[in-house]
């Protein structure tokens, strides 16, 4: 390995590191928490260090989301893989996805509330989230129904699954019903 790869893996090394300990923080005690100063002390690098990979804590943000999306899109995937027939995927999308914003509050903050910088449907907009939508779109667009553009119809079921995880983490829902929710929006929306 030359000394230029060896730096690069320990750049990416502590790139990684930066990531997973504001990911930490941010789970443990909320965004408000995460600062170039707590990082450093957390990770023992000085805060010089942690500028020379991220501008700030908008592009930390920005980082995690793109993260966020991209393990989203694989939990979506799998689980509609893992599924037989298409209201049973629609079905086993729509857990994942709600599950996933549930495990991992911090990270969906990133990826919707917050602002990491993140161009969302433009032409600009990173391969991660593109990849995210695509993970639902590929899952619903056989439940769209005839004559609605399958772009749209995701919007709308995404949509309805960031409303249900927003109201529901903010215990605006009662708990008791989130499964029957999830069958209700698969009931209502997916043409099966």
Not at 77 to 100: E, F, K
Request: proline share 4%; hydrophobic share 45%.
């Amino acid at each position: 390995m030359s000394v230029q790869e060896r730096k690069e893996r320990e750049r990416a090394d502590r790139e990684r590191l930066i990531l997973a300990t504001a990911r930490e923080i941010a789970e443990e005690q909320g965004w408000d928490a995460v600062t170039t100063r707590r990082l450093a002390e957390r990770i023992e690098y000085s805060q010089p260090v942690l500028y020379s990979h991220f501008r700030g804590k908008r592009e930390i943000i920005g980082a995690v989301a793109l993260e966020g999306a991209a393990e989203m899109a694989a939990a979506v995937r799998a689980a509609a893989s893992a599924a037989d027939g298409p209201r049973a995927r629609v079905t086993a999308l729509a857990r994942a996805y709600l599950d996933y914003a549930a495990r991992n509050p911090a990270v969906y903050d990133a990826m919707f509330q917050l602002d990491g910088g993140l161009a969302f449907a433009q032409e600009d907009t990173p391969a991660p989230l593109k990849d995210a939508f695509a993970a639902l779109l590929e899952n619903l667009q056989e439940v769209a129904g005839d004559g609605v553009h399958p772009g749209l119809f995701t919007e709308l079921f995404w949509a309805s699954l960031h409303g249900l995880a927003t109201l529901t983490r903010a215990g605006r829902l009662p708990p008791e019903y989130a499964e029957q929710r999830t069958e209700m929006l698969v009931d209502r929306l997916a043409v099966l």
